[in-house]
Every structure is written in C-alpha cells, then in structure tokens.
C-alpha cells in the first residue's frame, strides 16, 4: 500500500524563504475534515504543516496551531464541546495563555472549539434558518492586528468560503459590547448575515489578539479555481502568511 | 429508598433463545417456517428445502430470504444485465481494472492512478423516512467505494420527487435533502452535482439515487474475498442492531400499498461520524496491508457480507453469531444475519497482522469483534454458542439465488402514446411566437420546476471540502482533481429522462447516456466508464419488464458505439404505487478524465466580445420536452439518437478544452436552446445578443422551435476572437455543423434574442431563482 498523501496535498510553491522554516501544527480530532486543506493553506503559505493527533500530550515545536473545520465527535452533544477535553487541547490552552501567546487560529468547528474552551468568548448556535449553508461570503476585516490578519488592510473586504449549519454567534450584549470596544471583533460578513450572528460578527480573538476564530473558511480561498468564483479565489491565503510573518519577526 | 434492580448481564439474556439448529432442522421437517412474511416465494422456498437437502434453519432463512431478494440477487434483470459484460470490445476493456461484480467497478486514470465510482438507489427507505434514507444512501455507496481500497472523494445525488407542489413532495424534499447534506457534509465530502426532477409519477415512489467516487493507486486495489485458510474474521465499526431488518427483502423489493403496516422499522438509522472514523480507519488499515479482503455491510449485512466473502474466496469460513457486538441484546439469530445497522465493515486479517490491526481500531475508538475464520471446507458455518445454526454452501446464498425469465411484451398503449406528438395537439394551441410571448415563454420555462434554480438544494451541501473540486453544480459536470502535482482529474455527471424513456424505453435509456457523455465532455473531459442506477416499476408487470429490458438492451448498444463501458450500478425495481409504476428512469452517470483539470470548461459567459457558436442542427423536436411537459402532454417520440453525431461533438468539445479555444461550453438538453442561452448569461451575470436566423434558415425551424426543441448533439460555446478561426476551421474539418449565433455582451445586463423581446438578466434571475423557495421556504 502506498501513501495517499497525493489528495489534499499540496504542490509546493516558490514561497519567501524566510518563513519555510516555520511549522504549523494542524489538528486532527475523530471527524476533522478540513484538516487536509488548512495542511494544503500552511504549505502553500509556505511553510511546513505538521500533524497534531487530538490525543497527544505535547505540541513539539509548532510555531503556531491550526484547529480546522469538521464535526468532531460527531458535533454530539453541542459543537465541539466534546473535543474541548481532548488532552491536547489543555496543551493549546495553556500555550495559547502562555506568556509566548501561541497563534491559534480557530476555523468553524475550529472556533467552536475555542469558545468551548474558553479560549475566546460567545458561543455558536444553529443558523437562524435552521439549515446547513455552503456559500462564498465576503467578509470585512475588522482588525488587522491580530496574529493572523497583519498581511491584511484593515477594513479590507475578501471572498472566502462560508459552510456550515451552527454558525450563528451569540454573546451577551455586554460581552458583545466589550469585544466591540477592544476591537477584538476581527471579520463581519459583508451584504448578507448568512446565520443570524449577533452584529454581524464572523470572526473574533481574545485580547492578546494571539487566538482568533472565524466561521468561514480561509483555507479553502488559497488556490485560484479550488474556491470562490468571487474575487481572486485567494483572498484567505493571507491567514497563513500573517501567521508566518508574525512568527519569523518575532523570531528575529 | 428504593433498591435498583439488578440488570441481567446481557451475555444471559443474549442465551435464552429457543435456537433452532441444523441438527434440530433436520430433525423437524415439518416446523411451518415464515417464508413468505420474509418476502420469498413457494418456488424459491422450494429451492432452499432442495439446496439445503432439509429444511432451513430460521437463520438459514433469514440468510437465503434477504440475499434472494430481488434488491440483492438481481433475479428479474440478471438475464438482461449481461449485456453489459457482453457488448464489450476489447479496447472498451483497456481501461477496465475491475470490472462489474465487485463493489464497485476500477478505471484506470493513468500515471498509477486508478478511480472506482458507482451509482446506487435508496429510494424506498427515503420515502418511508426521507432524512435516514438518504442519508444511508450516501453511507452506503461511500462504503463501496472504501471496500475497493480507495478514498472517497466526491458525492453527487440525482433525485427525482413527486409534483412540486404536492403536499407529500415538501416532506420528502426536505428530509431527502437534508439527510444528503446531513450525511455527506458530515464525511468531508465535496457534493459536485446531482439531479432535480418533479413529476407526480414520482409521487408515491421517490427516486434518491446516489453516486461516489473515489481514487486510489493501482496496487491498492481491494477485493471483497476470503482467502487464506486460518486467516481471521473481523467485524469493525458500529454495533449491530435492530434498524434495517429486511431492508432488502421487504422494503427494497416490493410496491407500495397503503393497506400494509408501517415499514419504518426496515429503515436503516445512519450515524455519519462513526463513517467518517471508519473511512480514515480504513485507509490506514490499507496504508499498512493490514487485511486480505474487505466487504462492506450493506443491504443483506453480515448474511451478505459472510457469504460473499466465503464465496468469492477459498469458500470456507467459520463464524460464531455471538461474538457480535450488539446494540440491543434481545436480538436473535436471524435477525443479527438480517440486520443492516450501518457504518460496518468485515475483514479478512492474517494471524500476524491481528495485533497491528487491533492498533489502528484502538486509535481510531473503533469496536471490533474476532468473528471467526476462513477454513477450507467450501462451508460457510456459523454457530450460536458453539451450536450449528447455518451450513450452507455460500455460492448458493450469495450467487446462485433464482434467476427469472419474467415475460415482457410491448405494452398495448405504447403505440397510442407514440402516436400522440405534441405538435397538433390541444396542448400545443397558442404556440408563442410574438416577441413578448417568446420571452414570457423563456422566462416561464427557467421558472419551471424542473429547469429553476437548483441553488436552494446545492448550498445546503458542502462543495469545497477536500480542495480538489474545480468544478460543481450548476455546469454541466462536477470535476475533481485527484493528483495535485499534475492536475489530473475526473469530471462526472448524472443524467436520465423518464418521459424520453416512457416514450421509448431503448431509445431513451441511449438518451440518457447520450447527455451524460455530452455533460463530461462538454466540461472538457475525455468520458471513460459509465455507471448506471435502473429504476423501474414492478417486473411481474409485463409491461414494466419490457422496458427494463429495451432499456438495458438500448444502454448495452449505445456504450458499445460510444466505446466506454459500464463498471458498475444498481437495479431498483418494484418502484410503484399500486399498479401504477413510476416513468422508467434509467439513471446513468459518466465518469471522465481530465490530464489537467485548470482545463475545464464552465457553463457560462464571462468575456465580452467572445462569439458564441451553436454547435449541432436543430430538428423540430418537442414531444417530451419541457415545453410540452409544462403544458401537460406526454406523447410522441423522444428526440432522435445520433450516437456518431455525440462522439464527434465530444471530440470537438474536448480539443477545444485541451486546447484552449473555447471559453465557456454548455450542452443543450431538457429546456432546448432556450435554457442553455439563459443558464450560461446566469451563471456569472453576463448576458449577450443572439441572432438565430442562420440556425432558422439552415434547419428550416422557426424561432419557437429553435429555441424549445430538444434536439440531441448540440452545445453552445464561447470562443474567444483569437481563436475563432481555428474553431471553426476544426469544426468545418470533422464536418461538423457550427453556426455563429451571437457575441458575449457584459455590459447590458440583459439577453437579447432578435424576435424576443429583451429579457433582463435580473428579472430572468428572479424567475429562475424563485421557484424552490417558494415551495419549501
């Protein structure tokens, strides 16, 4: 039997030198599904993916974590309030709040994990429609200060990927307005609120702007003709390079 | 306080059968047995009593009821289905790396790589609880796909329901469609296209028909058999337990009556995380050479799954029923052989791989049980605490079921029905043909059920996942790129006619595999292999057998002049409510290759000024139509087949793709011209000015009929300016008929059509848009 790395694995690209030594690990849970395509982002980033197992006890060395897309555990019980107790989500916690503020980026069933894990605040519930909704979403980027958003202007507007049916975010209105009022309101949805997400809101991070979660996909805006149709079909490359740009200059 | 009872260990209770043994049968000859309850007849009952040399055991009978089900042993269609193994030439094989019998036929992409796909039905348990029905629908086929050996990497789902506004339809269309996504979304697999049909023929007899496809390399190819005497028995994944008994035999082959009890306990409950677990768990058993043979619990399960994997290898196997891991341990024997519990796997593992396969189900939190094992006695044995409840001899289970020559006769009506054309008839009165009414009459056909937007249905489905996907839903065909390094790929597409295949069951099976082979090479790729899913009414009625068998003998004829073969498919019969069947709807999907799939054509206009050519002649050619479907007539004959006109049109369209001469393509079908011209402006908002008088004065048709026939073998495409000689020149070469019929306009928001009245982009996007919103919210 040989490897069938091939689907879902990317071509390298020719990619700035400086930031291929970076790694970033991308999590697998029972019931991932994007983690193949946020491995295929990193490395078209340009930097080196590096699988993480839910039931590992240590990191390595990653610069940076990725929890992507899915239904871990099946979404039994609520959206990843199973997975919030995998044993190497108490190591992301602890990095993630630690003084060298690991970059986690928290994507769909990702971000779902993050407010399960208290990692950032809100929780999501069922899309006010009450379906599954796969669409190309523009979003706004808030806040271009966050570990993962720097290569990004900021009220910058991009296509990506929108694909899930618990996506509406919810906060208190007194969490709502203090997320607001330390800008920790990272992307809105832009013409059309596919969910019902309080004030809009896609994507948030915590203060430290260290941890982010979206809804929408970025990953799957990486490679022109493999996503959107609207806009260059790029525009959520920009995640991953942020991440490795912040990584190498803080590095130096 | 009151003391909690003490729960009886289930290993007690699991014991307190009353089993009925071999020893015992052959002993009690004369025990009056369930046989006809379990969906068998005298005859076949019969058979077993002389196969078995005894009566059978009740888990005996459980075994031959569901494995000589029609659903499982293919009785009525077998005689006819050979066709497709025999009208095959020798380069139609070169290709063929497995081909039918097996889960799932094997093509051969090239560069190592090889494609398994397959097209399956679950209609009856999608109409008795549409949300679990189709759900495991999808379950289903994806686990044939791994059973090959190879990932899963796309779904697709032509689906067929009754009349859009019919009561009953929303149930079906929401449950059907969210057990789909549900189901699907849930794996991490791309849904790249499907069907949307309404006809009240399909009122009592939905049609939830579903496809995967899946890559893998050469070497990794999986046969479902038993070999290896001493080698282990493993069943892996979910528990069994009491859903789906039956699910084959009386579900899957029989009408519809409303006289009989509910058969919502025969429908299978789907759980789509343990799949997805027991797809990675899967691979990496394969990744590592873990297991000999692989067989899929589906329809039938572990009486399925034991018998063929006994008989398709060495023929022996040991089995002991109480090692089954079970979710209610009140079941019995036969109805453990019986169930169809979903997300289940059985293998075939070495005594040295036993310890690294244990691994790679305790790190995926997999249950499995060691069931027994392979001898060699030619004996398929299974015991109940070490008593013998089945010895059979599995050949006869699983392939020697009964085959039936039912008699079929060309039905009484159908000359009447091929006598009724639509033009002349009272439908037909009024045929538009001022400008105003020509486009009121577009915009009411991109409105209608059948040819409105689809995008309610498609976004509830996860297309992106994966990363592969370059192309879905609403072009012509969904394409996949399997080899990231060089961009090879697949395209596929599903396609069927009821009405064509009423009219003229052999010529409208040809139809449908005419479209799907337009579809992919439309797409720009080169069609390979072919799957079909054949849903039809009962075959106890003549009439109904003789289309089955036009049809089947149609699809056998045309794949043998379009040189591709079938790999694969499904026969779904008893699709009738009452004595009434469904239309015979031959459903047939196309599998094609793409060397670099950034070669793919779309379906829509996004250049302006490129010149749109129609590609193909124009007959007047309406009975069947949409048009006159809207209108509410069924007769006449269906277009015309010109199976040598398609494979010239394929070639055309496929060196345009490879060569980068056209733009956009976008194959003209159900809806005629007049769709394809408003589907390719919709696509990305860019409309444009077309002239048809060249097409009116060469054919020798009106505007009307230009625009509503439904003549097979033609397209439009866009060409950019500079490559509109070398288009043409290769069109004028093969002796193709091509004709310019406009240019790409982006800037006028509209689709201008000289005499029709012009036809807004945004309003035509209303209509097309508004249709299933309407009715299902």
Redesign the interface.
């Given at each position: 039997?040989?490897?069938?790395p091939?689907?879902?694995?990317?071509?390298a690209v020719a990619a700035n030198p400086r930031l291929a030594g970076a790694r970033i690990g991308v999590v697998t849970f029972?019931?991932t599904?994007?983690d193949?395509?946020a491995a295929?982002a990193v490395r078209l980033a340009g930097a080196t993916p590096v699988e993480l197992w839910h039931a590992g006890t240590t990191l390595g060395d990653v610069d940076a974590v990725v929890i992507p897309g899915?239904?871990s555990?099946?979404?039994?019980l609520r959206a990843g309030a199973i997975a919030r107790f995998a044993p190497l989500m108490s190591k992301i916690i602890d990095a993630a709040n630690s003084e060298a503020k690991l970059p986690v980026l928290g994507i769909c069933n990702g971000f779902q994990i993050l407010t399960e894990s208290h990692l950032l605040p809100g929780s999501m519930i069922k899309n006010d429609h009450l379906?599954?909704?796969?669409?190309d979403q523009v979003l706004r980027v808030e806040n271009n200060t966050t570990a993962w958003t720097g290569d990004y202007a900021a009220g910058q507007e991009i296509t990506v990927?929108l694909?899930n049916?618990d996506g509406q975010y919810i906060a208190d209105e007194k969490t709502l307005d203090a997320l607001e009022a330390e800008g920790r309101v990272v992307f809105r949805y832009v013409g059309f609120n596919p969910n019902g997400s309080r004030r809009d809101i896609a994507g948030i991070s915590n203060a430290a702007g260290n941890v982010v979660g979206l809804m929408p996909?970025p990953?799957?805006a990486?490679?022109a003709?493999?996503?959107p149709?609207l806009g260059s079909g790029t525009e959520g490359l920009g995640f991953f390079t942020s991440v490795l740009n912040k990584i190498v200059g803080d590095n130096k | 306080m009151t003391e909690t009872p003490a729960v009886a260990a289930p290993a007690e209770t699991a014991r307190k059968f009353n089993i009925d043994t071999v020893e015992n049968a052959a002993k009690t000859p004369d025990t009056e047995l369930p046989w006809a309850e379990l969906g068998l007849k005298q005859n076949e009952f019969d058979e077993v009593v002389k196969v078995l040399g005894r009566r059978p055991t009740g888990a005996e009978l459980a075994m031959y009821s569901v494995m000589w089900s029609e659903h499982c042993s293919y009785k009525s269609s077998k005689n006819h289905l050979r066709q497709f193994g025999d009208k095959v030439t020798e380069e139609m094989k070169k290709d063929m790396l497995v081909g039918i019998g097996e889960n799932a036929g094997v093509t051969n992409l090239g560069d190592g790589w090889a494609v398994t796909f397959k097209i399956e039905s679950h209609n009856s348990p999608s109409f008795v609880e549409p949300y679990q029905g189709a759900a495991t629908g999808i379950g289903g086929i994806v686990r044939d796909i791994i059973s090959m050996g190879a990932r899963p990497v796309a779904v697709m789902d032509p689906l067929r329901f009754g009349a859009i506004d019919h009561p009953d339809t929303a149930r079906v269309m929401h449950g059907a469609v969210a057990g789909i996504g549900g189901y699907g979304n849930s794996l991490g697999l791309p849904n790249i296209g499907g069907e949307m049909v309404f006809d009240s023929v399909y009122q009592g007899n939905p049609l939830v028909n579903a496809l995967a496809v899946g890559v893998m390399r050469h070497e990794d190819i999986r046969l479902a058999n038993a070999s290896g005497k001493g080698n282990k028995v493993v069943l892996f994944g979910a528990r069994t337990g009491g859903d789906g008994i039956g699910g084959a035999s009386v579900l899957a082959s029989e009408s519809f009556d409303d006289t009989k009890p509910s058969k919502r306990p025969a429908v299978q409950v789907g759980d789509p995380f343990a799949e997805k677990v027991l797809i990675e768990c899967c691979l990496e058993l394969f990744k590592g050479s873990l297991v000999e043979g692989i067989q899929d619990l589906g329809a039938a399960g572990i009486s399925c799954a034991t018998s063929e994997l006994a008989s398709n290898g060495d023929g022996g196997m040991e089995v002991e029923l109480t090692s089954v891991l079970l979710r209610d341990p009140t079941l019995t024997p036969g109805e453990i052989l019986m169930s169809e519990s979903q997300e289940r796997m059985m293998a075939v593992v070495t005594p040295e791989n036993i310890a690294a396969f244990e691994a790679v189900m305790d790190k995926w939190a997999v249950e499995y049980s060691w069931l027994g094992e392979v001898t060699d006695t030619g004996r398929l044995i299974i015991t109940w605490e070490g008593e013998v409840i089945v010895d059979v001899d599995p050949r006869t289970v699983a392939h020697d079921g009964p085959v039936y020559d039912r008699p079929y006769a060309r039905p009484e009506w159908q000359d009447a029905v091929q006598a009724d054309s639509f033009t002349g008839s009272v439908q037909d009165a009024g045929r538009p043909s001022a400008p105003a009414d020509l486009a009121a009459a577009i915009t009411e056909l991109v409105a209608s059920p059948n040819m409105c937007d689809k995008s309610w249905i498609t976004k509830q489905y996860d297309r992106y996942v994966g990363g592969n996907t370059a192309m879905a839903f609403p072009d012509d065909a969904g394409v996949v790129r399997v080899d990231e390094e060089t961009g090879l790929g697949v395209a596929l597409a599903t396609d069927a006619n009821g009405r064509y295949t009423y009219l003229d069951p052999y010529h409208g099976a040809q139809l449908a595999l005419a479209e799907a082979y337009r579809n992919v090479a439309t797409s720009g790729a080169v069609p390979m292999a072919v799957s079909d899913c054949l849903n039809f009414g009962s075959p106890e009625d003549p009439d109904v057998m003789w289309q089955l068998a036009e049809a089947i003998r149609g699809l056998s004829d045309a794949c043998m002049v379009l040189g591709i073969p079938v790999t694969g498919g499904n026969v779904s019969l008893y699709n009738q409510t009452g004595t009434t069947p469904i239309h015979p709807s031959p459903v047939v999907a196309v599998l094609g290759k793409f060397d670099d799939v950034a070669r793919r054509t779309p379906s829509g206009w996004k250049e302006d000024g490129q010149a749109i050519y129609l590609l193909g002649t124009t007959a007047a050619e309406l009975d069947g139509s949409e048009w006159s479907n809207m209108r509410g007539h069924l007769g006449g004959l269906p277009p015309k087949v010109d199976l040598d006109a398609e494979r010239e049109l394929g070639q055309i369209l496929i060196n345009a793709s490879r060569d980068g001469m056209v733009d956009s393509a976008h194959d003209l079908s159900e809806g005629g011209l007049a769709a394809a011209l408003v589907e390719s402006s919709l696509r990305y908002g860019v409309g444009a000015r077309i002239a048809l008088q060249d097409v009116l004065d060469r054919d020798g048709v009106d505007l009307f009929t230009a625009l509503f026939s439904e003549t097979q073998g033609r397209a439009v495409v866009a060409v950019p300016r500079s490559e509109e000689i070398r288009f043409t020149d290769m069109c004028t070469a093969r002796g193709f008929a091509h004709v310019r019929i406009g240019v790409v306009d982006a800037e006028g928001g509209t689709l201008e059509i000289n005499g029709v009245e012009t036809m807004s982009l945004d309003a035509l996007r209303e209509a097309h848009e508004a249709t299933l919103p309407k009715y299902f919210g």
């Open positions: 039997m040989t490897e069938l091939l689907i879902g694995e990317a071509v029972p019931g599904l994007d193949r395509d295929r899915g239904f555990y099946g979404d039994y379906k599954f909704m796969c669409r990927p694909k049916q996909h990953e799957h990486v490679e003709g493999f996503g149709e | -």
